[in-house]
């Protein structure tokens, strides 16, 4: 058989006999029977596909690349209509992955703008290309907008803030719940034990710093004044009469037996609550607050500046003295 073994090769009749050339990278042949061109590339031959529809890449005074296959280099460009309009449409596989534009600087990102999470719609912006801040969500269900990092006022540039006033809570909304009047000498207590993230006292006396109805509602700072600095961690749970659980227990872990535990700043004299978890289960997200509405009980309605950002989430903290009597209640929160 005279082609055995010539597979890829150029057979040609001449002289009353088969001769055979082995291809080189980049020869073309026309394929009569199947009406097209075909290119020897990478030891290979494939078919050669006429026009542009489909083709791999489009480079337009550029180079179009596998990750941008249609790259255009130019000063402006225009998306016409063909009758009355134009749509440009930008899909992704689900709503698990991103569809948006991406605004760039020195090819590196400034703003972007679509569904990036989620079916909702986005615009966030960045300074460096690395952090990035929501500037605007819109409910894709509901159409109703938000703005994470606020709004400006038009002649001032100031922050502008709006009262949330909280919807009922089965359990209340107590963030501040103290144990009898307090006095200018702070509670303290004992540790007898750490264990991970709980702390145990040696008397009943985690009610002093944590109050039953604070529950799932806040969180409040209790300070190791042992240590030189004071060491800091934020309780969020009264586990036991006896016992507090922390909400980081990379914050006690250098506490031991025998440390004097005090509900109190050493340095302020103030008692610093973090509202991360009313947030969370009244609202459904968790924010920097500008301030906050508090029910005082006969005091009435009181209303406290909310500027310093917790360690422990990213609400604002909430100050009170540390002889503060008054069970405290939210009654909504300006962001």
């Not at 097209?36 to 489009?58: H, L």
């Not at 460009?77 to 899909?91: E, P, R, V």
């Not at 703003?111 to 409910?139: C, L, P, Y």
């Amino acid at each position: 058989m005279p082609w055995a073994g010539k597979t890829d090769q150029i057979a040609a009749w001449q002289d009353d006999a088969w001769a055979f050339f082995q291809p080189q990278e980049g020869w073309h042949a026309w394929v009569a029977e199947e009406q097209t061109f075909a290119v020897f590339d990478r030891n290979s031959w494939s078919r050669v596909a006429g026009g542009t529809n489909p083709v791999d890449s489009v480079g337009i005074n550029t180079v179009a690349d596998e990750n941008n296959r249609l790259a255009l280099k130019s000063p402006a460009s225009l998306f016409d209509h063909a009758g009355g309009g134009h749509q440009l449409k930008i899909n992704k596989v689900d709503d698990s992955h991103t569809a948006s534009l991406l605004f760039q600087s020195n090819y590196q990102g400034r703003a972007e703008m679509g569904t990036m999470w989620g079916r909702d719609f986005h615009i966030k912006t960045s300074s460096d290309g690395n952090r990035w801040q929501d500037a605007m969500a819109v409910d894709s269900a509901t159409g109703i907008a938000r703005f994470p990092s606020g709004i400006a006022h038009s002649a001032t540039g100031k922050k502008q803030s709006g009262l949330i006033f909280l919807s009922p809570s089965d359990s209340g909304t107590v963030i501040f719940q103290p144990l009898g009047v307090r006095t200018q000498a702070l509670k303290t207590a004992k540790l007898a034990s750490i264990s991970d993230d709980i702390v145990t006292f040696t008397s009943n006396t985690a009610g002093e710093f944590f109050g039953t109805a604070m529950r799932g509602l806040s969180m409040v700072r209790i300070w190791n004044v042992t240590k030189t600095p004071a060491q800091p961690a934020f309780a969020k749970w009264d586990t036991a009469a006896n016992q507090l659980q922390v909400s980081n227990a990379d914050d006690i872990k250098l506490w031991s037996a025998g440390d004097t535990i005090q509900l109190g700043d050493p340095v302020t004299n103030l008692i610093a609550i973090d509202v991360s978890p009313l947030m969370q289960k009244l609202l459904g997200s968790v924010f920097r607050q500008d301030g906050i509405m508090l029910d005082a009980g006969n005091t009435g309605a009181i209303t406290v500046a909310c500027r310093d950002q917790s360690p422990a989430s990213t609400s604002n903290l909430v100050y009170f003295k540390i002889d503060e009597a008054r069970s405290v209640s939210v009654i909504g929160i300006y962001g």
